[in-house]
């Protein structure tokens, strides 16, 4: 082999050693981001003035998924599992998840790490596209889905602009 040709070989060496100690690495923060996650919507569903525990967050939620008979000292508890608390803390981390993915699309696409959105004026043309819906309706009360689609309208616009 020639001077450089082992130079190159040996420089390559610690780049693939890199390369695999940093997949790891990803790897092992995914795997916590998951677990911490499960855990705050377990807390979530768990903290309140009705006294639920883990287990009966477990036994309503393999009860919902997998059928069976409904036990009258679960009852109470299973409908505030079920109706309140976990579909509640399942909007909130689908939300928190998607204006994550917005974030980090809106930093990749923009190619800064600051970014916002108040740097394009998607929040402004959002709160102008609401606050026009609400003035043109006048005194006539609209339904909640013409404010937001109105928003969502005039943020798509600026955000296409």
Request: charged share 10%.
């Amino acid at each position: 082999m020639t001077a450089p040709a082992l130079s190159r070989a040996r420089s390559s060496e610690p780049a693939r050693r890199r390369a695999n100690g940093n997949g790891t690495a990803r790897s092992v923060m995914l795997i916590a981001g998951a677990v911490v996650s499960v855990l705050a919507i377990g807390a979530s569903i768990v903290i309140g003035s009705a006294g639920i525990t883990l287990a009966d967050v477990w036994r309503a939620t393999t009860l919902s998924i997998f059928g069976g008979e409904l036990e009258a000292d679960i009852a109470r508890t299973f409908s505030i599992i079920t109706e309140l608390r976990l579909p509640r803390a399942l909007l909130a981390f689908v939300a928190g998840a998607g204006l994550s993915l917005a974030g980090a699309i809106m930093q990749g696409l923009l190619r800064n790490p600051l970014v916002e959105p108040f740097t394009l004026g998607v929040s402004p043309a959002a709160a102008f596209g609401a606050a026009l819906a609400i003035t043109l309706a006048g005194a006539q009360t609209l339904p909640a889905w013409v404010t937001i689609l109105s928003a969502l309208v005039m943020a798509l616009a600026v955000s296409a602009a």
